[in-house]
């Protein structure tokens, strides 16, 4: 039996902490001083080369972000050891992620939710051995997918979000049907930015977010 062997974490992903901690990842955000929470930025070599992204689209019965797209995340309980632990157990709890095929590579700084005011920390991993993952809980996560960062790059996928009636003006991407905008789509555009990955795109193509996004916030 052929030993497998753990693809390498690509040179963007471990120097992302340092590049993330140098400079405002997202520039003019309040100070994070709310719940403490932590996503889990997963990413993993994708079948056609390159990298991917795992992301989940919410339940569209839930009271808060229904139907939006996420990453892997929550709340730190007290029993967590640490945020990565809590973006750990929470994609565990999840998606049925098996963590001991995880490797974490960076803590990001955390940043302001500006709807629940929660102080969230990203978490850069990567996805050494690779398993089985999807919905756990059909009433908390309605999709999961792996998402091919090429997808992300293309311009043609990457639009202005805008929310009437409000001053909100952001980064969205549209990807096999998944519609990304709010925290994910910021966070995924800085990332995108700061590894260096990330092409011109028209930033005057503003399109309003759906309403069926915008319930409960």
Request: hydrophobic share 45%; no cysteine; charged share 25%.
């Amino acid at each position: 039996m052929t030993q497998f062997v753990p693809a390498p974490e690509p040179d963007w992903l471990r120097e992302l902490e340092q590049r993330a901690h140098a400079a405002p990842i997202i520039a003019g955000l309040p100070e994070a001083n709310g719940r403490a929470s932590a996503v889990l930025m997963l990413f993993g070599q994708a079948e056609l080369g390159g990298q991917d992204v795992v992301l989940t689209e919410r339940s569209a019965t839930l009271r808060k972000h229904a139907g939006q797209v996420a990453f892997p995340g929550g709340r730190v309980d007290p029993t967590d050891t640490s945020f990565a632990d809590t973006a750990l157990r929470e994609a565990h709890e999840e998606i049925g992620l098996d963590r001991d095929g995880v490797r974490v590579v960076g803590v990001l700084p955390s940043l302001p939710l500006s709807v629940t005011g929660f102080r969230v920390t990203p978490i850069a991993a990567w996805w050494e051995r690779p398993a089985p993952i999807g919905v756990v809980d059909p009433a908390e996560v309605a999709r999961v997918e792996r998402v091919p960062l090429a997808q992300l790059v293309d311009p043609a996928n990457r639009f202005s979000a805008i929310v009437p009636g409000r001053e909100f003006v952001a980064p969205a991407f549209e990807v096999d049907g998944l519609y990304v905008w709010g925290f994910t789509a910021i966070l995924l555009d800085a990332t995108l930015r700061l590894a260096g990955m990330e092409l011109p795109w028209d930033r005057s193509d503003e399109r309003p977010v759906p309403s069926r996004y915008l319930q409960g916030g």
